[in-house]
């Protein structure tokens, strides 16, 4: 009988701290800041199923489509001289990751519309430093046609759109580049 009723109050005194103590460190909700748009995410984030995520580390995907590129280069003289046969550049596009080389595009030859219609998928972290670069290849070395550094981290806003829109200069016309999160 002893033991039942000392069963019974230590039982008792079990559920009354175990809530008490319930009570005291209660577990807090996750954190869930619900978004619709990335605007509603910090810069480095986008809006995923109504959540905030960081978008790096993770994986870009680049699409090279077209270019325009003018006539002569920045010192207003043909790309190329009679030894390379034709004037129009020969253009291919190379991206670099921390000044590593990690895509090189077909090289088109004699155009000053080139069409590569090439992807290529990066993993960035948020400190890569990526820098496009388009090329006039020539016989013995290779003249730059545009050129893009992007500082750290890569274009979030482009990611958002998934687009970007090359500002035009006096070589390169225009430049269909697409940027997509993957
Ligand atoms: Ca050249
Ligand atoms: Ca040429």
């Known amino acids: 009988m002893k033991t ?20 005291i460190t209660p577990i807090p909700p996750e954190e869930i800041i619900p978004c619709n748009t990335d605007s509603q ?18 994986f870009v995907g680049l699409h090279f489509d077209w270019a325009t590129i003018d006539y002569s280069d920045s010192n207003g003289y043909a790309w190329d001289d009679t030894l390379e046969l034709f004037e129009a550049p020969d253009p291919r596009i ?3 990751v921390d000044g590593e080389v990690v895509f090189e595009s077909l090289e088109l030859h004699d155009t000053y519309d ?19 670069y388009v090329v006039d290849e020539d016989i013995f070395s ?15 806003d482009c990611v958002r759109d998934g687009s970007f829109i090359a500002a035009p200069t006096s070589t390169m016309l225009d430049f269909g580049f697409g940027i ?3």
């Open 41 to 58: 995410c910090f810069s480095d984030e986008i809006c995923i199923s109504n959540s905030c995520e960081l978008i790096y580390p993770g």
């Open 4 to 23: 039942r009723i000392s069963c019974a109050l230590f039982l008792l005194l079990f559920l009354v701290l175990g809530q008490a103590a319930c009570k």
């Open 142 to 156: 290779s003249e730059i046609i545009w050129e893009k550094h992007f500082p750290a981290p890569f274009c979030t």
């Open 114 to 132: 080139p069409v590569w219609d090439e992807s290529v998928l990066l993993f960035l972290e948020p400190q890569s430093q990526v820098s496009i």
């Open 94 to 96: 190379i991206v670099e």
């Open 180 to 182: 997509t999160l993957e």
